[in-house]
Nanobody
Framework: QVQLMESGGDSVRPGGSLRLSCTASGYLYSTACVAWFRQAPGKEREGIAAIPIDGGSTEYAPSVKGRFTISQDIVKKTVWLQMNSLEPEDTAMYYC?????????????????????WGQGTQVTVSS
């Protein structure tokens, strides 16, 4: 089994930065995808970034592209989400998730049902 644990959530002012981390325990295939999702009150959960655990092509939601950067370390089994220029609209619970067998080399945030392992979430609050 695979377990994921997020950390790094905090309260910041608009324009600030945070770096979230997600560390996996247990066996994770090198072909697995890891993605970040978020859910704000009253809104549906949305995928915001995805990356293969062994590195490669990334995908970002339009709302965060250019501000957020996803990165990985297959040895540490860790994925980070660097969030810059944070906006109040970024306030949400952030989750990392893993698709253990994506069937390809590109990870899609829209394929939410393929992500079967989930962390408990870490809260990000952006306010002045």
């Amino acid at each position: 089994q695979v377990q994921l644990m997020e950390s790094g959530g905090d309260s910041v002012r608009p324009g600030g930065s945070l770096r979230l981390s997600c560390t996996a325990s247990g066996y994770l295939y090198s072909t697995a995808c890891v993605a970040w999702f978020r859910q704000a009150p009253g809104k549906e959960r949305e995928g915001i970034a995805a990356i293969p655990i062994d590195g490669g092509s990334t995908e970002y939601a339009p709302s965060v592209k250019g501000r957020f950067t996803i990165s990985q370390d297959i040895v540490k089994k860790t994925v980070w989400l660097q969030m810059n220029s944070l906006e109040p609209e970024d306030t949400a619970m952030y989750y990392c998730a893993a698709d253990p067998n994506p069937g390809g080399s590109y990870c899609y945030i829209r394929s939410e049902t393929r992500y079967t392992f989930w962390g408990q979430g870490t809260q990000v609050t952006v306010s002045s």
